[in-house]
């Protein structure tokens, strides 16, 4: 129940492409839902987040689309590029301290 | 200093010694929280402070594992007597407020390798 499900592990994708990474949750008690991005050697760094009350987020070319009734959130990274090459990790809280993180895909930015 | 510093970067053990992982967190922060990433994996939550209070050691994973935050800011995490499943990279976090979705800022993290 605690569990964040994470996929796919890895992602190529081509230069201006959209990347899409899915996360599922068992939990009904979630009820906030960031994606980090780390790349090698550096600590995870917030992306976005969104709470359940609302279905998509957009923050430049970062979009979160959650489905509260699937029980699913996803990342889209639109026109993406190089430097988004990074490993990126969704979570989720229950509105208390402790986070619980998904597996994390490593996403490759071909140029 | 601007972000969250931990020390050392990288630290190799031999099996059965003891090490110490420094956290310095932003200051300010009233929540300090540990994780351990192993390879390949998201981190997983050890610990939390608020303040010098520990409120959570759910998952720190035996009584080898203890953590303290004596004064509120600076944090140490220490392993005794260290296995080689100890190696990951530990994770230190900060956040200004107390519970909630505040958002956590993380440090670069020590890797450490147990021989």
């Known amino acids: 129940q605690q569990q964040v499900k994470q996929s796919p592990q890895s992602l190529i994708v081509q230069k201006g492409g959209i990347s899409i990474i899915n996360c599922a949750y068992e939990n009904t008690a979630f009820d906030y839902f960031p994606w980090y991005q780390q790349f090698p050697g550096k600590g995870p760094a917030l992306l976005i987040a969104i709470r359940p009350d609302v279905s998509e987020k957009k923050e430049g070319r970062f979009t979160i689309s959650f489905n509260k009734s699937a029980k699913q959130f996803s990342l889209h990274i639109m026109d993406s590029q190089p430097g988004d090459s990074a490993t990126y990790f969704c979570a989720a809280n229950d509105g208390a301290y402790k986070y619980i993180f998904g597996t994390g895909t490593r996403l490759k930015v071909l140029a | 200093g601007a972000g969250v510093s931990q020390s050392p970067r990288y630290k190799v053990a031999k099996r059965g010694q003891d090490v110490a992982l420094r956290c310095d967190p932003i200051s300010g922060h009233v929540s300090l929280f540990w994780y351990q990433q192993a390879l390949g994996q998201g981190p997983e939550f050890l610990t939390y402070?608020?303040?010098?209070?520990?409120?959570?050691k759910s998952g720190l994973p035996s009584d080898r594992f203890f953590a303290e935050r004596p004064e509120g800011s600076v944090s140490t995490l220490k392993i005794q007597r260290t296995q080689q499943e100890d190696s990951a990279v530990y994770l230190c976090?900060?956040?200004?407020?107390?519970?909630?979705?505040?958002?956590?800022?993380f440090g670069p993290g020590t890797r450490l390798t147990v021989l």
């Open positions: 976090a900060s956040s200004l407020g107390g519970p909630g979705e505040t958002e956590q800022f």
């Open positions: 402070f608020q303040n010098e209070a520990q409120l959570d």
